[in-house]
């Protein structure tokens, strides 16, 4: 008896004695909450300007595309993969394939190849009307990501809208592919479905472009060349969200804005990495020499500022003025001398319509755009100049300007639904049913 008093009591001591592991659980179960919650702050804590509109969207978006970044910055440093295509990678593990068909849907989505290209063709799957419109989206990402997959959502989106076939295309993308290699596959495209209309049931003359960022650039440049085919019709119209159409001052009124508010290494695009894309899609390679002088804005030399036929095109002074009341503190940098040698090397690319659309120096008869620009957007002041110059050439211009919004609003976004980008998207379809 005595002996199973003594093992009782020693067994009720064994189970209410906290244990050495339990404690080492409970300071892991610590340390990894409390790093979990100290990244999270870190990669959350990005600048919001007053009146960017749905902020804490905004914060969760960018913060993701912080990660991402860092992800492909290691796998640089760590395995000597190119940050561009580490970057790309990451994001394309992220992504899910189109799906041929959604739930409620009527579009079905089929993957195909035209003129040696790689297509995503969105098409109704009742389709209410034959020989009728239909659309060329090219997806934005800086010349070096992105896809149909990634845009699929919003892509699908427009299609089932506008109820037309609507072609996405995964054109070739840097740094493995250099310019014009984006804008070739592009060009093809669209002038294969122009030259091949009835076997798709559309009406040629009916055909429009569109694209956001990278993608409304492609999008300006296909159109300028179309146009200059004699042996096929104008597209009918270009919608352009957020394009980038010059190259020759990255310090522009809205790049000024840009850096005060969010800083050298904030923001959707930093200002290494909107110097870095330039080096990646016309060298195909980082070369320093061309991201330091684009960051430091010496690119263009003064005698091109004097002289040059298309310096008259970037102007601050084409900027409205209650755009440059904020955050605006140099003019155009013409004094500067620049870095001629590079001139020598690229600047012929830089003059070129099919990387920068607005170098083209006759507007006249282009088809009618849609133009979109963004209040915290450092690509603003190039949307607002290619309006200008469409103008200036009489050619017919929808320009909507979103207070409070910035790159990438448009989408994809998933899952996250911002209204201005909602807006836009309204803007944007109006626009296109008002012109096929």
């Known amino acids: 008896m005595k002996t199973t008093a003594n093992a009782s009591t020693q067994t009720s001591e064994i189970t209410t004695r906290p244990t050495n592991h339990g404690r080492a659980g409970l300071v892991c179960l610590f340390v990894i909450g409390s790093v979990f919650i100290g ?9 919001i300007p007053d009146g960017l509109q749905d902020p804490w969207q905004y914060r969760l978006l960018t913060g993701g595309k912080r990660v991402v970044s860092d992800m492909a910055a290691f796998q640089e440093l760590a395995f000597g993969r190119p940050y561009p295509i580490s970057l790309r990678n990451t994001v394309e593990m992220l992504t899910f394939p189109s799906p041929s068909e959604v739930e409620g849907s009527n579009i079905l989505c089929s993957i195909t190849a035209i003129a040696g290209v790689k297509v995503h063709l969105y098409e109704p799957i009742e389709r209410k009307t034959h020989d009728g419109p239909a659309l060329i989206f090219l997806h934005g990402g800086g010349f070096f990501f992105g896809s149909s997959d990634m845009w699929d959502s919003l892509i699908r989106r427009i299609a089932e809208e506008l109820d ?9 993308l840097a740094p493995e592919h250099v310019h014009p290699a984006a804008f070739d596959d592009c060009y093809a495209v669209t002038k294969w479905i122009l030259e091949n209309a009835v076997g798709f049931g559309i009406d040629r003359t009916r055909v429009g472009i569109s694209g956001d960022s990278a993608g409304g650039t492609l999008a300006a440049a296909v159109a300028q060349y ?5 042996t096929l019709p104008d597209l009918k119209y270009q919608a352009l969200i957020y394009p980038v159409s010059q190259l020759l001052d990255i310090e522009t009124p809205a790049q000024q804005k840009y850096r005060r508010h969010f800083g050298e290494n904030g923001g959707m ?12 899609y016309v060298l195909g390679k980082s070369d320093e020499e061309v991201i330091t002088t684009f960051m430091e804005n010496t690119q263009t030399p003064s005698q091109f500022w004097q002289e040059g036929v298309q310096a008259k095109f ?15 503190y140099s003019p155009l940098p013409t004094n500067r001398e620049g870095n001629v040698k590079l001139w020598s090397d690229i600047g012929s690319t830089l003059l070129d319509p099919r990387l920068c659309p607005l170098m083209r120096l006759n507007m006249s008869n282009l088809p009618p755009a849609f133009v979109a620009t963004c209040e915290f957007d450092a690509m ?3 949307g607002i100049y290619y309006v200008k110059r469409l103008e200036q050439d009489d050619v017919a211009v929808v320009w909507k300007h979103y207070e409070g919004g910035f790159h990438g609003v448009f989408g994809p976004s998933w899952p996250f639904t911002f209204k201005i980008g909602e807006q836009m998207f309204a803007d944007y379809i109006q626009f296109i049913k008002s012109h096929w």
């Open 39 to 47: 990244t999270t702050a870190f990669y959350l804590n990005v600048p």
């Open 164 to 172: 037309i076939l609507v072609v996405s295309v995964d054109y070739r």
């Open 226 to 230: 179309i146009h200059d085919d004699n």
């Open 269 to 280: 695009i930093t200002w290494w990495e909107a110097a870095a894309l330039v080096s990646w």
């Open 314 to 328: 970037v102007n601050h002074t084409l900027v409205p003025e209650e755009f440059t009341m904020d955050g605006y």
């Open 380 to 382: 603003r002041d190039n």
